[in-house]
């Protein structure tokens, strides 16, 4: 099955700093979506960008499905972007269905 | 409009016993998946369900495992002789269609402790 590979394992940053998010993946993909987990456990849908560009306030990530990659950018980071940010691929399995394969993720801490 | 929707939240069971979880995707959502998450770990799917068509039980860990999704709506995930290893959090999502070109949306999830 499809590998997914998420980078850096853990980060820490101050308030108000950028930071970069990689997910490499080991095969094509239909699809790609970002998502952030609350420290509640909460699963929120960042983003579904299979290939290109988006933008969502301070949130913005890019996906280059030929080199089988996608950054997540985070600007002017606050506090609340706190939490465990997976990448989730997804491609065809064996029964022709479609998972949605999830890296381990990327814990993200933000001090004040 | 509700969300995915998951009970109960929380279910302490002992070993042994067999567990329900129970699952309400959002309103008009043909698919649906299971994943679990062990403590600290990424999500493991387990079973997807996409409108009429044979679920994909790929990822079901063990035949104590099954699912079943009732009039295309609400899904059930059932663990039977649960085991110490099966404590997780269970997580269902839903998508309006295959979630090929549309995104997850997940619920709160079940934390299941086997003691």
């Known amino acids: 099955g499809i590998q997914v590979e998420q980078s850096p394992p853990d980060l820490i940053l101050q308030e108000g700093a950028n930071s970069t998010l990689r997910c490499n993946f080991s095969d094509s993909v239909n699809n790609l979506q970002w998502f952030h987990q609350n420290p509640w456990g909460q699963l929120i849908n960042l983003f579904y960008?299979?290939?290109g560009t988006k933008q969502n306030g301070r949130l913005s990530a890019t996906t280059v499905a030929t080199e089988r990659y996608s950054l997540l950018y985070i600007s002017s980071s606050q506090t609340t972007d706190s939490g465990v940010y997976f990448c989730?691929?997804?491609?065809?399995?064996?029964?022709?269905?479609?998972?949605?394969?999830f890296g381990k993720g990327t814990k993200l801490s933000v001090i004040p | 409009g509700a969300g995915v929707s998951q009970s109960p939240s929380n279910k302490v069971t002992e070993k042994g016993k067999d567990v329900e979880l129970r699952c309400d995707p959002i309103s008009g959502h043909t698919a649906l998946y299971w994943y679990r998450q062990s403590l600290g770990q990424g999500l493991e799917f387990l079973i997807y369900f996409q409108g009429n068509s044979a679920p994909d039980k790929s990822g079901l860990p063990s035949d104590r495992f099954s699912a079943e999704r009732t009039g295309g709506s609400v899904s059930t995930l059932t663990i039977q002789r649960t085991q110490q290893e099966d404590s997780a959090v269970y997580l269902c999502?839903?998508?309006?269609?295959?979630?090929?070109?549309?995104?997850?949306?997940f619920g709160n999830g079940t934390r299941l402790t086997v003691t």
């Open positions: 960008i299979p290939s």
């Open positions: 999502a839903s998508s309006p269609r295959d979630s090929y070109n549309s995104p997850l949306h």
């Open positions: 989730a691929v997804q491609g065809y399995s064996g029964a022709g269905s479609y998972q949605l394969t």
